[in-house]
């Protein structure tokens, strides 16, 4: 089979391989299609903890698929079930774990990161991840390019509920990239009247309207907090979502929401980067709520692909280019043009 290898920052290869031979309690994935995410494309650049140098490992933790074999003590998977991944796979006793925090597992595991991940033909589903529950059906009529997204769903759907969206709220979201539009879409279903957009890239945030957003803001163009101010009658923003990596995103976030409002910093910052000025007499005297999200649950995981099966969350159409495994270096270069990038392996 052949499979991209990860061997250190900004260095990946094709390779050809023998496909995983798998054990009595555990299952191999034949991969149809995977997506580069954000965390992909820093462990590109930077590596990761849970890699050590001179590793070689397979990226790629949104995958689906279908299951090409089954070990004899496997019961509730069979070949030839189309299936999702949820990625992370928690040790199953500690706080975290029995709370239903499964990423949030300090001894967690994790497909694409300290597993062999979905940019290979084949990929080893272990016996953990089989008794968490952490392979789920893909209903009929959804495609695995509308599932395959599901993974992101998850993440956003976690931070959709630390902030408890609902019907009237105005919500603001910073970033109109594949994470920013499911982020609109979330709110709209969650009953937001008013959905504000930010996005300083013209032909992404002109793309927002087409999934729910109301107001379109390009912060070149336009001063945020005099817009968010006029669209609100001077109260503030009910929820606000930074659903990109920049500091002065993170404090604009605290000045335009409104006394008693919910702000999510979904996405993290660059390394070296981390450390905020922040104006927290902001959060004080306006009682404000701020919550940082990571990953999700099997719970989140499950509700995000009924979403999808419903119709209720449009997927499909934020992968943008469609890669084979050969040209995954050239898809790696392309991870940060606004776009999903898929890697596919389907014929």
Same mark, same amino acid.
């Given at each position: 089979m052949k499979k991209a290898v990860y061997l250190e920052p900004h260095v990946l290869e094709v390779v050809e391989d023998e496909v995983p031979v798998i054990g009595p309690d555990e299952a191999l994935l034949r991969v149809r299609d995977c997506t580069i995410c954000g965390t992909d494309l820093r462990i590109y650049n930077y590596g990761h903890f849970k890699i050590p140098t001179g590793a070689k490992r397979v990226l790629g933790h949104e995958v689906v698929g279908e299951i090409a074999e089954v070990g004899g003590q496997v019961q509730g998977l069979k070949p030839g079930m189309r299936v999702a991944i949820a990625p992370n796979i928690g040790c199953g006793h500690c706080d975290m774990c029995v709370q239903g925090w499964n990423q949030l597992c300090p001894d967690y595991e994790a497909f694409g990161i300290s597993l062999d991940g979905g940019f290979a033909e084949y990929m080893k589903i272990p016996a953990a991840a089989i008794r968490q529950g952490n392979i789920l059906e893909i209903p009929d009529g959804i495609s695995y390019r509308e599932a395959v997204l599901v993974e992101p769903l998850s993440c956003v759907y976690n931070g959709f509920e630390s902030i408890g969206i609902k019907p009237g709220d105005t919500v603001v979201v910073f970033g109109a990239g594949p994470i920013g539009l499911l982020h609109v879409q979330l709110a709209r279903l969650g009953g937001a009247t008013k959905i504000i957009l930010c996005e300083p890239v013209e032909e992404r945030l002109q793309e927002g309207r087409r999934y729910g957003a109301d107001i379109l803001i390009n912060p070149q163009q336009e001063d945020i907090k005099a817009v968010v101010k =006029? =669209?609100?009658?001077?109260?503030?923003?009910?929820?606000?979502?930074?659903?990109?990596?920049?500091?002065?995103?993170?404090?604009?976030?605290?000045?335009?929401?409104?006394?008693?409002?919910?702000?999510?910093?979904?996405?993290?910052?660059?390394?070296? +980067?981390?450390?905020?000025?922040?104006?927290?007499?902001?959060?004080?005297?306006?009682?404000?709520?701020?919550?940082?999200?990571?990953?999700?649950?099997?719970? +989140?995981?499950?509700?995000?692909? =009924?979403?999808?099966?419903?119709?209720?969350?449009?997927?499909?159409?934020?992968?943008?280019?469609i890669y084979p495994l050969e040209a995954i270096a050239e898809a790696f270069q392309q991870g940060n043009t606004g776009k999903k990038i898929a890697i596919s392996f389907e014929k």
């Amino acid at each position: 089979m052949k499979k991209a290898v990860y061997l250190e920052p900004h260095v990946l290869e094709v390779v050809e391989d023998e496909v995983p031979v798998i054990g009595p309690d555990e299952a191999l994935l034949r991969v149809r299609d995977c997506t580069i995410c954000g965390t992909d494309l820093r462990i590109y650049n930077y590596g990761h903890f849970k890699i050590p140098t001179g590793a070689k490992r397979v990226l790629g933790h949104e995958v689906v698929g279908e299951i090409a074999e089954v070990g004899g003590q496997v019961q509730g998977l069979k070949p030839g079930m189309r299936v999702a991944i949820a990625p992370n796979i928690g040790c199953g006793h500690c706080d975290m774990c029995v709370q239903g925090w499964n990423q949030l597992c300090p001894d967690y595991e994790a497909f694409g990161i300290s597993l062999d991940g979905g940019f290979a033909e084949y990929m080893k589903i272990p016996a953990a991840a089989i008794r968490q529950g952490n392979i789920l059906e893909i209903p009929d009529g959804i495609s695995y390019r509308e599932a395959v997204l599901v993974e992101p769903l998850s993440c956003v759907y976690n931070g959709f509920e630390s902030i408890g969206i609902k019907p009237g709220d105005t919500v603001v979201v910073f970033g109109a990239g594949p994470i920013g539009l499911l982020h609109v879409q979330l709110a709209r279903l969650g009953g937001a009247t008013k959905i504000i957009l930010c996005e300083p890239v013209e032909e992404r945030l002109q793309e927002g309207r087409r999934y729910g957003a109301d107001i379109l803001i390009n912060p070149q163009q336009e001063d945020i907090k005099a817009v968010v101010k =006029e =669209e609100t009658k001077g109260k503030g923003a009910d929820a606000v979502i930074t659903a990109v990596s920049a500091a002065v995103v993170q404090q604009q976030a605290l000045e335009i929401a409104g006394i008693l409002g919910r702000i999510n910093f979904f996405g993290g910052l660059p390394r070296g +980067q981390e450390t905020v000025s922040l104006n927290t007499n902001l959060i004080h005297y306006k009682q404000l709520i701020v919550t940082g999200t990571t990953g999700s649950n099997h719970r +989140q995981y499950r509700r995000s692909l =009924e979403l999808i099966a419903a119709g209720k969350v449009e997927t499909g159409s934020l992968i943008g280019r469609i890669y084979p495994l050969e040209a995954i270096a050239e898809a790696f270069q392309q991870g940060n043009t606004g776009k999903k990038i898929a890697i596919s392996f389907e014929k």
